[in-house]
């Protein structure tokens, strides 16, 4: 980790950021809401020209073995069987299991060209991973510039957000685990975040996200 790194932890506490994978890990610690692991995809820049003329929406639910299974079958008509990018969400899949703890998940991989969040909010869910694969990566929050009380339905981003030059957008690429409003710990925060506004640009995402999804099922 560089010296870059090191003091963006410092000022943003309830962010882990660095650039190994067990980065991702310390969001289970309680004054943390979001890791990043920022990290270089140049492994998939082959593949991008072809991905350009695909329109993907998967989306499946499962345990980790169905969703690896349904990857290669259904995703992999789409990708080539070698395809580094199917290798990559695999892999993400893999570290989300490890960190979440969780046995069922949803796992969503689309290419959206609309702003989907506009709105800074934080989500009902335990803990979400996402990674932008291309395009502009998603915006959050460091703690210090959030209006709490303003998360209600009815107020704009300028009543969230305390100082607009404070916000945090992570790199194409990067991965991210975010908390959500239901971890199961006293006293944590949810992160809060929105999509890029990317609709009056013309700009195009390729967004993967993968959900637990216990929290939603009855015991």
Known sequence: MNEEQILTQEIFINAAIGDDVSILNEIHQKEKNISIYRREIDFIKSEESELENFEIEYSE????????????????????????????????LEIFSTISNAKTFELFLATVNTNMCRRFHIDFNDLRLLCTYSGPGTLWLPDEIVNRKSLIPG???????????KIQQANTGDILILKGAVYPAEGTKAIVHRSPTIEESGQRRLLLRIDTDEFLKPE
Do not use: A, M, P, R
């Open 61 to 92: 639910s499962g345990n980790k073995k169905d969703l690896l299974n349904s990857l290669d079958s259904k995703l992999g008509k789409i990708l080539d069987k070698d395809s580094q990018l199917l290798k990559d969400i695999k892999e993400c």
């Open 155 to 165: 107020n704009e981003n300028d009543d969230i957000v305390l100082d607009s030059s």
